[in-house]
């Protein structure tokens, strides 16, 4: 087994198609992934599963690995006693993007209906998609994703594959919003939804990797002097940062429900 264990996630799936869904039966999605580096050691470990469930995922995927070998079933013991799932905690700088993402998704919720009722002809739809590109440029990017990249990920290795899709991740997420820009200009409806719609996507499921796989997975990682640190760093990141601009934001999220209310109310 120790073989597999050192073997990056994509070879095994591609050798061994079952594993795959058997990692998708433990909401582990390897299989989506573009990258697959990681090594399956390496999956085990980031993911944090309850002992009980991590005992029986590797009985599963040695079953499929060896299938000739009579590999022990391990005693998992009454359901009833299984662990309860685990509640997500944060260190205080962790939480802190984890609230900041709050935000984000408030936008990602609103923005299908914006989509939905966009008209290119009237000027206040058009204000509310340049607004939406300043929330995300100036908060989701420059304020949140850049403390991630500048600071968060030097506390990991940066060649690890989750690392690389998270970065992979803010790169295509900036090329959609400028794919919108250069779609305002030319009036290109078709594109503009296309790239919110895309954008929105990747952003949701970008942020539930983070708060329920990698933050947890950094934080078990960090001493209490690192966490200490870290919340430094982010505050003297943060004083660099224009907060007038910040909080207008979080004003324009605050007020962006009733903006689409009215959008609504013109059908």
């Known amino acids: 087994m120790k073989k597999y264990l050192n073997t990056p996630i994509k070879e095994i799936i591609t050798n061994f198609p079952q594993v795959g869904n058997i990692l998708e039966a433990y909401n582990i999605g390897c299989v989506p992934c573009t990258l697959g580096s990681c090594l399956l050691k390496d999956i085990v470990s980031i993911h944090n599963l309850p002992k009980d469930q991590e005992s029986e995922l590797m009985y599963r995927i040695e079953k499929v690995l060896y299938p000739d070998r009579d590999v022990k079933k391990p005693i998992i013991g009454n359901l009833l006693q299984k662990e309860a799932p685990r509640e997500l ?153 224009n907060m007038e601009v910040i909080e207008k934001c979080k004003r324009f999220i605050a007020e962006l429900a009733q903006k689409v209310t009215k959008l609504k109310g013109r059908e």
């Not at 030097?154 to 899709?165: C, G, P, Q, R, S």
Request: charged share 35%; glycine share 2%; net charge negative.
């Open 89 to 241: 905690k944060y260190s205080p700088p962790i939480k802190r993007l984890v609230d900041e993402h709050v935000l984000i998704k408030q936008l990602l919720t609103l923005m299908p209906k914006v989509i939905a009722n966009i008209d290119m002809e009237s000027d206040f739809d058009r204000q509310i998609i340049l607004d939406s590109l300043d929330f995300i440029r100036f908060y989701a990017d420059k304020f949140h994703h850049a403390k991630e990249e500048d600071i968060l990920f030097e506390y990991t290795d940066k060649n690890l594959d989750i690392i690389k899709t998270m970065l992979a991740d803010h790169e295509t997420a900036r090329a959609h919003v400028r794919a919108v820009f250069a779609a305002l200009k030319t009036q290109d409806k078709k594109s503009i939804i296309e790239n919110l719609n895309a954008y929105c996507a990747l952003l949701a499921e970008h942020i539930k990797k983070e708060d329920e796989i990698l933050y947890p997975w950094i934080d078990r990682g960090l001493t209490t002097k690192q966490v200490g640190e870290l919340f430094a760093r982010f505050n003297e990141a943060e004083e660099k940062m």
